[in-house]
């Protein structure tokens, strides 16, 4: 064995794909593995790829052979050191031994069950020896139908983010113990079910899963059959790495999961969010935490009440609407439509006006018509959504839709697409612009050149509002920190009053005329763990 082994892990796809990368790197980093930022400079890369849509299919692709590309200019004295690429996450685990077969530029395609293992893996493949493919299998099945029973089913059923003690626990046996002498920055298994987790970046944002799987059976959607039955994760566990997370200078947890509104249904309790959130923003340390993935028609008055009532908890909602013409949605198996999805929205604002709301649509589904389409803009354009993202529909492989007749033509979804986001665009820009004069509390995440810095170097400090979720919703550009003022440090939470829009993005002077303290240069400051 190598005295010195090197991997680097390229996630692609949702906030889900980057806890399970953690969650990897943290298994590594525990076995001795060194982790490095650039692909290049790695023995092994590891894609952690996306399964969802084509397009995040293609781009999983397009990374493991950008990856490969690195092999054949490997030279261990100064260059390219990569000697094997390997595919993990939602695409390896759909279609195994088919991509293995398709794409062998791949070293090796590892499933969700290789997680476990993943050092030995990953030596093995690296030795020049070959690790078999699975042969993909529906993993609903893996898992009781009855929610209540698949918290201590014995199933040994891997679960991304869950930790490796699941199914030692529930079937009676001592859990496996964590390693000793942790590397520093790697999480302690502090419970049967805790997982090893190492930060990739120094984000003073981070993911924590609530969940895996999803019950729901949404006509267009391939996630269930690869992630599997709908599972909670135990509320000691997420507050534990909550917990761990803010000593390593996390300010913001965003709970994640397929469907964070089912959270609880089988431990016994489908309100334990309602409970759980006010323990996570006691937590030392963390000034706000966000969930994401509400499917509107599990939304609950205590909820939303807890949403919008509590401190440190972001009035934010991250709505799964998908379509509002009512016919459209019984073909998807969803439920609602736009007078009660505007009824939702008129509740959540008569408690929080300035509350953040988003969701994604699909248009182009089999059967939509013109009229579907007048109704969804008439949603759309009543909502006032903060962030709204629109697709085309695409059939995948396995959904029930995909075998669905009155399919649009590719050219009308296409039109179709252009035609609502523009007016989603258009609309998005209109509802920043309603938040001109608000005060907002934004997080500092980093700095940015400044419009007219490019010859003296000046940047500007770039956040998110609490209506603002990473990477899907758009920034705070701070201002008034000019003039010999100090600049705040990264994890800074700034009181600002928004001044000026430039699309989605809002511009916002720190209230007082100034931008406060933290280190100059703007820096993450050792508070703030960057």
């Known amino acids: 064995m190598p005295e010195s082994r090197t991997v680097a892990l390229v996630t692609l796809g949702c906030a889900r794909n980057e ?3 953690e969650e990897l790197a943290g298994r590594l980093a525990a076995d001795g593995w060194e982790l490095v930022e650039e692909a290049s400079q790695a023995d092994v890369a590891v894609v952690n790829t996306c399964g969802f849509v084509e397009a995040a299919k293609k781009d999983s692709v397009d990374a ?5 590309d ?5 030279d261990s004295a100064g260059g390219n050191r990569t000697q094997a690429v ?3 996450g939602c695409m390896a685990e759909r279609y195994g031994k088919e991509l293995a077969e398709a794409l062998p530029e791949a070293d090796g395609v590892l499933g969700f069950d290789d997680y476990a293992d993943i050092s030995d893996r990953l030596q093995t493949i690296l030795s020049g020896g070959v690790h078999a493919p699975h042969t993909p299998r529906d993993r609903r099945k893996l898992l009781p139908v009855s929610p209540a029973e698949r918290q201590g089913a014995g199933t040994g059923v891997a679960l991304p983010g869950h930790g490796s003690g699941h199914e030692g626990e529930a079937a009676g046996e001592v859990p496996l113990a964590a390693p000793e002498d942790l590397p520093e920055g790697v999480a302690p298994a502090s419970g049967p079910r805790a997982p090893l987790r190492r930060r990739l970046d120094g984000s003073p944002v981070a993911s924590v899963k609530l969940a895996s799987g999803c019950d729901r059976r949404c006509s267009f959607c391939a996630i269930p059959s690869f992630r599997g039955s709908f599972i909670s994760r135990r509320p000691s566990d997420v507050l534990t790495e ?5 000593e390593q200078g996390v300010r913001e947890v965003m709970l994640v999961s397929e469907n964070n509104t089912s959270y609880g249904k089988d431990l016994g309790d489908i309100r334990l969010l309602e409970t759980l959130l006010p323990e996570l923003a006691a937590v030392d340390g963390i000034e706000r935490i966000r969930v994401s993935y509400l499917q ?7 909820l939303i009440d807890v949403l919008t009532g509590t401190d440190k908890v972001a009035p934010y909602f991250d709505l799964s609407f998908q379509h509002s013409a009512p016919g459209v949605l019984r073909a998807m198996r969803r439920f609602g439509d736009t007078e009660r999805f505007l009824g939702l929205l008129e509740t959540i604002r008569a408690k929080a006006p300035e509350a953040g ?5 699909i248009v182009g589904f089999p059967g939509e018509s013109e009229a579907d389409v007048a109704e969804l803009e008439r949603f759309l354009t009543s909502a006032r959504l903060d962030a ?8 995948e492989d396995g959904t029930e839709a995909a075998g669905y007749g009155e399919k649009n033509a590719p050219e009308v979804v296409a039109e179709r697409l252009e035609r609502v986001s523009r007016l989603a665009e258009e609309l998005s820009a209109q509802r920043a612009e309603d938040r001109l004069g608000e005060t907002v509390r934004v997080l500092v995440e980093s700095y940015e050149p400044a419009e007219d810095g490019e010859e003296d170097g000046t940047t500007v400090p770039v956040g998110r509002g609490a209506h603002q979720a990473p990477e899907t919703d758009g920034q705070v550009f701070l201002s008034g920190g000019a003039g010999g003022v100090r600049e705040p440090a990264i994890g800074r939470m700034v009181e600002a009053k928004v001044v000026a829009t430039e699309g989605v993005d809002l511009v916002a002077e720190p209230l007082g005329g100034a931008v406060e303290g933290g280190d100059d240069g703007g820096g993450a400051s050792e508070e703030a763990g960057g």
Not at 70 to 74: F, Q
Not at 296 to 302: F, L, V
């Open 19 to 21: 806890v399970d990368s």
């Open 64 to 68: 493991l052979l950008e990856a490969n």
């Open 70 to 74: 690195l092999k054949s200019g490997a």
């Open 86 to 88: 390997v595919a993990v």
């Open 242 to 246: 909550t917990r761990w997370l803010a």
């Open 296 to 302: 509107p028609a599990e939304m609950r008055p205590g």
């Open 357 to 361: 709301i988003r969701s994604n649509f």
């Open 388 to 395: 709204i993202g629109v697709f085309g529909y695409s059939d």
